[in-house]
């Protein structure tokens, strides 16, 4: 049955361009399923097996989003047997999705952004490393994996722009401003020399070892230089990249421009950053308004 998912998986990669940490995700949530079927085959499977696992999974505690996940993941697969000819009646198509109320994504405000790019000491390398990588996600709005994965080649410092090949195999051009630009420029002729130590590598930023920095690396970056930094609010990996989104809306930007800087194929999703703003210029006005 793994192979089957292997075989699954890389038809989506091929026919849809889906992110290795989507195809991550799918194959989890489908190797559980089968773990939870014991001998029973996923070619077999019917509707009150996927129903019966998924009120284990609720009864287990995971919430309604997840739960969506997983039927989406399970839709997707029975999709692709049913096409492959391997099944002849799709046991998910009478399961509906749960009902999800859209959650707005954690953003800073500008002065704890200033409080988190400050949080780094740029005099030694790892600090300056960390300095740039901060600067960098909040001048352009990348995702982490979009930032750790970034070659040398794509990135001009003439232009002051970064090439991104992003979800589905999107390319897009993102600028980055004179306050990223300098500290790039610093980072690449000091700090990243001297954490390379006479070794080579396409990498922009890059550990003390010589090798890549991972997403899951800089995730613990971030969340330690916000607690220096002394900001309480939950954080995610993409915190700067939605203070990226909602600072350019609060200050007059378009929305399709935004849509473009963040790589969004459906202007739906980045409307979402409407809402923060909006929200937030509400809790100013109660704030701040003698009748609010």
Known sequence: MLQLIELFLDSLWVEQG?????????????????????DKSLIEVTEADITGFLAKRI?????????????????????????????????????????????????????????LLAAPEPVHNLGLRD????????????????????????????????????????ERL????????????????????ALLAGRQSGDVFVTSRGS???????????????????????????????????HLLNHGADLRVVQLLLGHSDLSTTQIYTHIAKARLQDLHSKYHPRG
Do not use: C
């Not at 009864?59 to 997983?70: L, P, Q, V």
């Open 59 to 115: 009864k287990d505690g995971i919430s309604s989003r997840s739960s969506a996940r997983i039927i989406s993941s399970l839709r997707r697969f029975y999709a692709y047997l049913l096409r492959e000819n391997q099944i002849t009646l799709d046991p998910t198509q009478l399961i509906e999705l749960p009902h999800i109320g859209r959650l707005l994504p954690t953003s800073l405000s500008e002065y704890d952004v200033e409080l």
């Open 174 to 193: 993102v600028p980055f401003g004179e306050e990223a630009m300098s500290w790039l420029e610093n980072y690449l002729n000091n700090a990243r020399v």
């Open 131 to 170: 300095k740039t990588m901060l600067e960098m996600l909040y001048a352009t709005g990348l995702r982490v994996s979009e930032l750790v994965e970034l070659k040398l080649t794509q990135v001009s410092l003439r232009q002051g722009l970064v090439r991104i090949t992003g979800k589905g195999d999107k």
């Open 212 to 246: 890549a920095m991972t997403r899951q690396a800089f995730w613990h970056i971030i969340k330690r230089y916000a607690k220096k930094a002394g900001i309480t609010k939950e954080l995610s990996p993409h915190t700067l990249r939605h203070a990226f989104a909602t």
């Open 18 to 38: 889906l992110s290795q940490n989507t195809l991550s995700a799918y194959g989890s949530d489908l190797q559980i399923f089968q773990k939870h079927l014991a």
